[in-house]
């Protein structure tokens, strides 16, 4: 039989395949716990990490081992070095190891559950135990020299303070009450004396608690601190300090009474204990490395290698459809509440006011214009309804009559108005107004009187909170607010806020203890006008419960719907809810708990061009070659590009002379949050500095679908939007739109959600354990559509899509991704490369847009920029950077260390895209900064512009259609003045935009419809 080259190389490179496969599964069964062994044998890459970012080490008693946590997982190392040798599965995000006295078990904390606690195991991976356990978390253990005991910090009490567990009994004792967070503590060789960090305001610093004259200062600092840790004589306390610059190892010599640096200028010294050989030599962890070295002396480095699993996700993507010709469902439902009576139902859709009445499919329209027009709420005698609308420039309130139709303005602010509420009585509506950042909601209540537009402010600026809801006496208002559980983590729980009008202090009240209510937006807590109870939704549920004239809770909580519910809103007589059921109106009668559906039918379409459009171009950058086709024509029919060919005069269809400028595919923002706040502008925004497509990265689903099909069937003006909903998120949360996930139960729920309403996405937040996300994962892919986190390990195992910011928050205080200095080691490296997730780092966030402002003297002076911002808002840009880099030390001078990370990371052959974070920086500008300053750190124009459009187009899942200019790809695209190849500030010298086909010109995105 003939078997020509082809069959040969394919049945060579089939055995070399199988042979690598053979040598792996073998090479696994030494680095990795047994259970795995099934999960990773499939399509799996193996890395091998040589440094760590942020790892922590621990020498065992007899010194003869090292444990190591890398990446979440706890591994054992020869003490010369060598290779590491997992002894946990990976999947608890497993940190900060301690030796027992016997050297026969290792404790550590760990995330397993959704909390911190701490766990411990045998020396061989056997034998794993949870030692604590609750609904508070436990970080930082070390085992007392006898053994007996471990102490760890906790923020059980209030706030962090040092905890002592009995092993014998398991029983916990507070050993600090400061209101200071004490935490980081360290046993003496005595057993007696421990040292700990305290952020107590007085004296900030290390501090010893004595067994019998209770706590001293060893020595004050006011920087960031870590990790006490004393020698074998107990003469010296060395402990870690972020300073700005460096972080470095201090040592506090207690018989001379002085602190001196330990450690050398250069060094990034990591933020965990050292551990010591004798009273004089130590292990430390810096510059991604295990240490060795004695006081005075030299260094010595310990190598390592450890091996771990990744999976590049290999599935079918989600198909999109972007042409006109099919009807689509509205499902971007925004705000639905219930008329007094019964008889109708409110909501924004497609940027305008709609009503539907009881009997009819069809809504009608309360409005039709091109501005945005949301938060619809009725009064309490149904005769008028209050909604919000930038008609008049920004988010204003106005009334309108019901009986005659007539609209009129009732309060314009300085600022944007939010979530407007009707007192009981009618005679005032509260609401929230922003400030100039208008970023993700916060808000100043105030309230208005209807007759005379008096205007009081009822209470400060609060954080992301709830639509308030009135008591019937109207003394006081109920809201959804962040609980935190310490503040030395921003993490809490939403609860049920009561203000007092009349100057009482503001009560939080839960009516499940430690668990969170819905997202903070229209889920509750909204009073029955009866004043006997309050709806809310909990666990994607809606629920009430009895409350008295104050709002105290006086019942037990009680369970009203199985299905994920929404925005509940009551009937006059507080026997009826509404509320939305993922996309579906319905309500619900309490006295016996039936369900009625309430059907609706609103459609849309995509808005597109339809005709020929020749656009004779300069010079074209096609996003995929880094060098220009010159002298073409693009020719558009419709929404899609028919071919790209020499310029040719005569063509048929309207003629674009872009010959002396340069054509650029539509620029991709791939981290933003955006909010109906601010209006119809945004969309105008975007497209006025190039960006044709943004990926929202967490946000009400039903905000932002409501934006995304306001800007597709042109409504409104505006890019193309690839959304998901909040941010799935564990048993804590912190922003508004967070969900905070309790249950598998819920999570489907969710996911379910995530479906029905066509997610693009999945966001997980800090707080979602691995186990779920890894369900979390399987559900998306099998959906079509990506996950993204903070995380990279392990969620690469598991095929997790992307990961946002090179830094970011992270649920330890300190990033497994970049050090406090904003160095990244080869391990992160290594594994981006190698598994190809997509990284989308916001170095513009993290230093990168004020960097670039103090580089360019006109940065400031960008049209677009001074147009759509306020000089107040400009103003506060400008000074931010001196404020920031006071409030976070480091933030400027180390920037160009994450600079030095995207070049590595893109030269490396590591998927980049561009994306920012904003509105923490402005919206669509900052898009721009972020090219800058990869450029400015060395990465050439054509790998970021690369990066803005076709990666950015392939990580979404949509370039099939986008991110290049291509015969059969949809016309968005860009022309600018300039040569952005060369200089990459010319890709935001806008003169035309294209989006779908439809061409506006710089001109018409600026000025107000």
């Known amino acids: 039989m003939m078997v020509n080259s082809s069959s040969r190389f394919n049945l060579m490179n089939g055995r070399i395949r199988f042979l690598r496969k053979l040598i792996c599964s073998f090479l696994l069964l030494y680095i990795l716990p047994y259970p795995l062994l099934a999960e990773v044998l499939n399509d799996t890459t193996f890395v091998t990490l040589k440094e760590g970012t942020n790892m922590a080490a621990a020498l065992s008693p007899n010194q003869q081992d090292i444990a190591l946590d890398l990446q979440g997982t706890i591994w054992l190392l020869p003490v010369n070095g060598g290779r590491a040798k997992a002894i946990t599965d990976g999947m608890g995000d497993d940190r900060q190891p301690c030796w027992s006295p016997d050297g026969k078990r290792i404790a550590f904390q760990s995330f397993r559950d959704g909390y911190y606690h701490i766990w411990a195991v045998n020396r061989d991976g056997s034998g794993l135990e949870q030692l604590t356990r609750g609904v508070f978390d436990e970080r930082e253990p070390q085992f007392s020299p006898d053994g007996k005991y471990l102490i760890f910090s906790s923020d059980r009490g209030g706030n962090y303070d040092i905890w ?168 971007g439902v925004k705000g639905l509440n219930v008329s007094p009576d019964g008889s109708k139902f409110l909501f924004s859709a497609l940027g305008d006011i709609w009503m539907l009445e009881r009997g009819k499919l069809q809504p009608i329209p309360l409005t039709n214009d091109p501005y945005l027009d949301a938060d619809p709420t009725w009064s ?112 809490g729980i939403n609860k049920i806020l009561l203000l007092s009008l009349d100057g009482k202090e503001d009560r939080f009240v839960s009516p499940i203890e430690e668990r969170s209510l819905g997202m903070r937006a229209k889920n509750g807590p909204a009073w029955s006008p009866d004043g006997k109870s309050m709806a809310y939704v909990q666990d994607g549920l809606l629920w009430v419960i009895a409350v008295d004239k104050t709002g105290e809770l006086v019942g037990p909580p009680r369970r009203l719907t199985n299905e994920l519910s929404e925005v509940p809103s009551w009937t006059a007589d507080s026997k009826t809810l509404v509320y939305f059921a993922t996309d579906t109106i319905k309500q619900i009668r309490l006295s016996d708990g039936k369900v009625e559906t309430v059907p609706m039918q609103l459609n849309w379409e995509y808005k597109q061009d339809n005709g020929n459009v020749v656009i004779h171009a300069g010079k074209v950058f096609d996003g995929i070659n880094d060098r220009y086709l010159t002298n073409v024509d693009i020719l558009i029919k419709n929404n899609r590009i028919q071919e790209i060919v020499p310029h040719q005069s005569g063509r048929a269809g309207k003629l674009v002379d872009a010959s002396k400028k340069t054509v650029i595919p539509g620029l991709f923002e791939m981290h933003t949050h955006q909010h109906a706040m601010t209006g119809e502008k945004l969309g105008r925004l975007w497209l006025s500095f190039g960006i044709t497509s943004l990926r929202e990265t967490g946000a009400d689903p039903y905000d932002a679908l409501e934006r995304k099909e306001c800007w597709d069937s042109g409504a409104l003006i505006g890019p193309r939007e690839f959304f998901t909903g909040g941010l799935t998120d564990g048993s804590r949360i912190y922003y508004g739109l967070a969900n905070s996930i309790h249950s598998t139960a819920q999570l489907d729920l969710e996911l379910d959600r995530s479906a029905r309403l066509g997610y693009d996405m999945i966001k997980t937040y800090v707080r979602m354990p691995d186990i779920l996300q890894e369900r979390i994962t399987r559900f998306a892919h099998s959906h079509g559509i990506p996950v993204s986190s903070h995380e990279i390990f392990p969620a690469m195992r598991y095929g997790v899509d992307a990961v946002e910011h090179i830094g970011g928050t992270s649920r330890r205080g300190y990033s497994p991704k970049i050090t406090a200095p904003n160095r990244t080691y080869q391990d992160v490296i290594e594994l981006l490369v190698k598994s190809q997730m997509n990284i989308t780092p916001t170095a513009s966030l993290q230093g990168g847009f004020y960097a670039m402002a103090a580089k360019n003297p006109n940065f400031y002076d960008n049209v677009q920029f001074n147009t759509f911002y306020s000089k107040e808002y400009i103003n506060t840009m400008k000074a931010g950077a001196s404020q920031i880099e006071k409030r976070l030390p480091g933030y400027l001078t180390n920037f160009h260390q994450i600079q030095k990370t995207v070049k590595k990371l893109i030269d490396q052959g590591a998927r980049v895209t561009a994306g920012t ?58 022309i600018v003045d300039g040569d952005p190849l060369k200089t990459i500030q010319d890709a935001w010298n806008i003169n035309m935009v294209m989006k779908n086909g439809v061409l506006y010109t710089l001109d018409q995105l600026l000025e107000r419809p």
């Not at 209770?214 to 920087?223: D, W």
């Not at 308030?468 to 962040?482: E, V």
């Not at 990580?955 to 016309?971: H, N």
């Open 164 to 331: 002592k567990m009995d092993l014998a009994t398991s029983e916990l004792t507070q050993m600090t009450t400061d209101l200071g967070n004490d935490y980081c503590p360290a046993y003496a060789p005595d057993g007696k004396t421990i040292a700990f960090v305290s952020e107590r305001s007085a004296a900030p610093g290390i501090y010893q608690l004595l067994p019998d004259s209770g706590e001293k200062l060893l020595a004050a600092h006011a920087g960031k601190l870590f990790a006490p840790s004393w020698n074998k004589l107990g003469t010296h306390v060395f402990f870690n300090a972020f300073e700005g610059k460096g972080s470095v190892l201090l040592d506090i010599d207690l018989r001379h009474g002085q602190t001196i640096r330990v450690s050398v200028e250069s060094e990034d010294v990591f933020p965990f204990r050292t551990s010591w050989f004798s009273d004089r030599e130590f292990l430390y962890v810096a510059d991604g490395k295990i240490k060795r070295k004695s006081i005075g002396g030299e260094i010595r480095t310990i190598p390592f290698e450890a091996v771990v699993a990744v999976t590049t996700p290999n599935y079918e993507r989600k198909k999109y459809d972007f042409d006109q010709g099919m009807q689509k469902p509205v499902k």
């Open 917 to 974: 974070d904003s509105p923490f920086i402005p919206y669509a500008m900052s898009l721009h900064s972020e090219l800058q300053c990869w450029v400015d750190g060395g990465v050439t124009p054509f790998q970021a512009l690369r990066s803005a459009t076709i990666w950015s187009a392939e990580a979404v899942g949509v370039s099939q259609d986008l991110g290049s200019l291509e015969a059969g790809k949809l016309a968005d695209l860009v």
């Open 380 to 491: 309490p005698d149904g005769k008028t309804i209050a909604f919000l609308t930038d008609r008049t420039g920004h988010m204003a309130l106005w009334l309108h009559d019901v009986a005659s139709g007539k609209q009129r303005e009732l309060l314009k602010m300085e600022y944007d108005i939010n979530y407007p509420a009707w007192s009981p009585d009618g005679s005032r509506i509260a609401f929230y107004m922003g400030d100039a950042r208008n970023s993700w909601g916060m808000g100043t209540l105030q309230s208005v009187e209807v007759k005379s537009q008096k205007v009081v402010q009822l209470h400060d600026a609060l954080f992301v909170p709830s639509q308030p809801s009135w008591s019937p006496d109207g003394k006081t208002i109920a809201l959804s607010g962040l609980h935190v559980y310490s503040t030395r983590f921003r993490e």
